[in-house]
């Protein structure tokens, strides 16, 4: 292929790249940002799958075999842990407002300057070559292409300005999209968006190649696995190696484990660029799935190259490439060499924009500050000064990358580069894991334990390869240091058997983890470092309730913050903060004193331009601050918590109180409503009781009075003597019944019965009545209902009550009442159903109350008591029944009630 | 002269109506029966009794009502109103004589006294229509 139109189509993905990155913040400036997806969340962590991954993971697995998976096994067994680990960070890093892995190892151990410029050149020196084989990948890539196409003129045309034009054009790319706001927390949207969209090219471009490889060059799977098992050299390469090589499968995996998180490229995709903790669920599945696609063609496409191109003619790195060349597949080699690319360039825009954060703000701007000089010239305008250290570092460590390049990576394979990298930032899993876990864990155990494991891993991983490339004798690798043999860099104190990156990671961890641990234990703590161990331990108890600035305790003057603050954010901008502040903390604007709120608030805005160690730089420059110690710094944050669990208790207090006196007032409004209820149930009675008893004494009086009577009308009278002292007899009873029963005195003499047999005898009973009005009277029996456990005279109460109800409602003549029992589901169903003049919806509930019509005294009752239904009700409560009624006016009434079998 | 003067009776209880109809009968009165508030203000449209025996509590339209009706009617004003009634509170009784009742007489009752109370409004009956 013509190198001319190579270089066409790369500078149109990237044009598309940037088209992609300019759409999604315009986007977001509407307000339909697509960072807030987690599918996006999730697609920019693949910026983990680098040039690496495209193109090494195929030449790896041709030298040492499945070996090359313990990189994507790390992280998915990390996945998981992050719900623990990761979603913690993100917490911190949100609440602390912290933006790199450097500020946040800093800001963990009392915001310390020095840590920050020590991960800051741990970083550099661990990544600097990993940007550096991605820029080989990419012109090594190219020349592969255009070579075929016997363009030997693109050696005299790019070579060693191709990798140089590239590393320009990217540095364009990353200063507009990585430098457009100075407070790094707002997040980059459009390069987020652009490096989800690279993930998804680079992962279409290598399972269209491995289809290829494994469909159409080879016949599947099988056939692959059936031809290489033939050659006993490539058999090796898919089962596991019997010497001895487990360990290393160990610690590659804890390796791979902890660059999945601290790689700046990834804590900055992680940590930095997450909107929401909740995008981590969709993640914790659908990144190792990415990881499982991309790998799922590795080996046969190793398998492959190896049958075609015999005797290493072609380097197995590029087998991705060669083997759709070889078939003059140009379109496929088009696709897979802009999967290459894709890989290469989302790698080294986040990677760089990553170190520059950590260049400006861990080693140039606590320099700067330091300055008044440079300070008085830049003043009003550090935010400027910022952005621009920010794009000379992005320039910077693109230039760095390229001369490594140039220099040094050409002797070296793409994964050995990417491992030195891992084995970099693996030395910062002690100082992260146990400053989120560890309290005790302090500065001075960090700082140790980083640089020895730093130093070590630069003596076994870095100086050997620097010593390939010429820069030292040879004869440290043979003979050790200083012909020391027991320095020999790949057999540390006679160490062997282990390959060297695992050598490298179990003398720098050791060394790492132990001084951590020794001197942690071993000294002293700082107030700040033990406010800080506590808000990062804590964060999920502290991330709503507690101020940093708790602790702080000093004076600082508003008109000073301000000029601060303006410095970065610009005059008005910093006028509003503040002013948004005093409002929502309720702060007096007059005060020219600042309230330690406001500082720590000041602070945490700063650290989000500048980092945490350098806003406490500038902070501290503008206050007077009162040292305070450790005990005072416990006592405080003590004292916090316990105002904090007695204002938990007093608001317990006052709602119980609330509760209490609402409880009351219920009671008091029951309390009258229940006397009220008694008052009219007394005067009711009493109405009740005279009208019996007005008949009884006039009539009796009549009779005294006239004893010249009729002797028919005297028996009359008389006779209606009698039967009105009846009812006044009866109504006393049912009165005290009744109150029996609502005090709660009435008990049950329960005994085994049968409803039906109950029935019958109030039939029985009220057979003459019944008769007399010429009622026809049906009974339905239910012969399944079951006996059960119930009261005998009190049941036969209800029934009667209910039946000579009926009747009394019946008309003469016409009359029809049926009584039917009902077993269904473990209750029996007695109902009593008439076709007199039925019951008013209004009253059908009210009928069951004590003289129904207490309550609205137009209502007259009908005749009878009014107690009937009142104590009936009572009874069939009391053995956990129901009773209602079901009428319509005209057409009779059905009364039933259940009672349930036990 | 008695024979002139129409009493009607109202109450819903059976017994008393079958009382005060021997009472009043047997003192010489024409005398009306009405057993609900409806019946009554028929037989007054009907018949302009002179004396009329009301009871209050009783179903559709009760006693109150009958009274507040006839007192406001030029026709009927003349009819003097006896509560008859087993509502013996003080606002009982109050709201008896605001709806224009001429008498309000607690249940039970002396049958003698009623006889000479409903004979002395007969009398200002009687001498009222004469002049």
Known sequence: MNSVVLIMVSLLYLAILFGIAYWAEKQSEKGKSLVTNPYIYSLSLAVYCTAWTFYGSVGRAVTNGIEFLTVFIGPTIMMPLWWIVLRKIIRICKVQRITSIADFISSRYGKNATLGVLVTLICILGVLPYIAIQLKAISSSFLIVAHSSGDQNADNLFWGDLAFYIAVVLSVFTIIFGTRKIDSTERHEGMVTAIAAESIIKLVA???????????????????????????????????????????????????????????????????????????????????????????????????????????????????LAIPLKFNQKILTLLTYIGGFSAATSMIIVETIALSVMISNNLVMPVVLKSKKIQEQFQGNLSGLVNNIRRTSIALVLLLAYLYYKTIAEHYSLVSIGMVSFTAVAQFTPAIIGGLFWKTGNRKGALIGLISGSVIWFYTLVLPSIVGAGFFPQ???????????????????????????????????????????????????????????????????????????????????????????????????????????????????????????????VEKLLAGVVGTASARIMISSVSKEEKISTEEVISILKSSQELLSANKSLKKK?????????????????????????????????????????????????????????????????????????????????????????????????????????????????????????????????????????????????????????????????????????????????????????????????????????????????????????????????????IWVESEVGSGSKFTFMIAVV | MKELIKVLIVDDEPSILMSLEFLMKKEGYQVFIARDGSEAMDIIEKEVPSIILLDIMMPNVDGYEVCYHVKNSLRFEHIKVVFLSAKNKESDMEKGYSVGADLYVTKPFSTRTLVSKVNALAINVVSGSAS
């Not at chain 1, 031809?227 to 791979?256: C, M, Q, R, Y």
């Not at chain 1, 993640?283 to 790998?295: E, K, R, V």
């Not at chain 1, 496409?301 to 087998?319: C, H, M, P």
């Open chain 1, 475 to 601: 004869s440290i690798i043979d003979h050790g240091l200083f012909g020391l043999e027991f320095l020999k860099p790949f057999s540390l104190f006679g160490l062997k058997g282990m390959d060297n990156v695992s050598h490298c990671l179990f003398w720098s961890l050791l060394c790492n983890i132990g001084c951590y641990l020794y001197f942690s234990i071993n000294s002293p703590i700082t107030s700040i470092e033990h406010n800080q161990a506590v808000i990062f331990v804590d964060i999920f108890q502290y991330s709503e309730q507690l101020e940093p600035s708790a602790i702080w305790r000093g004076t600082a003057y508003i008109r000073d913050i301000k000029i601060l603050l303006s410095n970065f954010f610009g005059e008005k901008r910093s006028e509003k903060i503040l002013r948004l502040f005093a409002q929502k903390h309720n702060l007096s604007p007059k005060n020219d004193r600042a309230d330690p709120k406001l500082v720590g608030y």
């Open chain 1, 206 to 320: 290598f399972l269209v190649t491995g289809f290829f490889v494994t469909y159409i060059v080879f016949d599947g799977f099988g056939d692959i696995f059936q031809k290489a098992s033939l050659i006993p050299e490539l058999k090796k390469t898919f089962v596991f190696n019997k010497e001895g090589d487990s360990s290393g499968w160990f610690w590659h995996i804890l390796l791979s484990m902890s660059a999945v998180m601290f790689l700046p490229r990834q804590f900055q995709v992680a940590v930095v660029e997450n909107v929401n903790e909740k995008h981590l669920d969709k993640a914790m599945w659908l990144f190792p799935l990415y990881m499982l696609l991309i790998n799922i063609f590795v080996i046969p496409t190793a398998l492959g190259g190896e049958l075609l191109f015999a005797n290493n003619a072609v380097n197995s790195d590029n087998y991705v």
């Open chain 1, 654 to 882: 006052s709602v119980e109180l609330e509760k209490a006196t609402s409880e009351l007032k219920d009671a008091n409004e029951i309390l009258k409503r229940t006397d009220k209820l008694k008052d009219d149930f007394l005067s009711t009675v009493a109405h009740e009781i005279r009208t019996p008893l007005t008949s009884i004494r006039a009539l009796s009086e009549i009779v005294y009075d006239n004893p010249d009577m009729e002797p028919d009308e005297r028996e009359h009278f008389l006779g209606t003597v009698v039967k009105e002292s009846d009812r006044l007899g009866r109504l006393i009873n049912q009165v005290l019944d009744l109150e029996k029963y609502e005090s709660g005195k009435q008990k049950l003499d329960k005994e085994d019965v049968d409803i039906q047999d109950i029935i019958k005898d109030v039939i029985d009973t009220l057979h003459q009545q019944v008769k007399e009005k010429s009622i026809k009277l049906i009974f339905i029996p239910d012969r399944f209902a079951p006996r059960l456990e119930a009261d005998r005279d009190k049941l036969m109460q209800v029934v009667v009550n209910l039946l000579s109800n009926a009747i009394k409602y019946c008309e003469p003549q016409k009359g029809e009442i049926i009584i039917a029992t009902h077993y269904v589901e473990g209750c029996i169903y007695t109902s009593v159903q008439d076709n007199g003049s039925g019951i008013d919806k209004r009253f059908q509930r009210l009928i069951f109350d004590k003289f129904f019509q207490a309550e609205d005294q137009t209502i007259k009752k009908p005749k009878g008591s009014g107690l009937g239904l009142a104590i009936s009700k009572k009874i069939i409560e009391l053995h956990n029944g129901q």
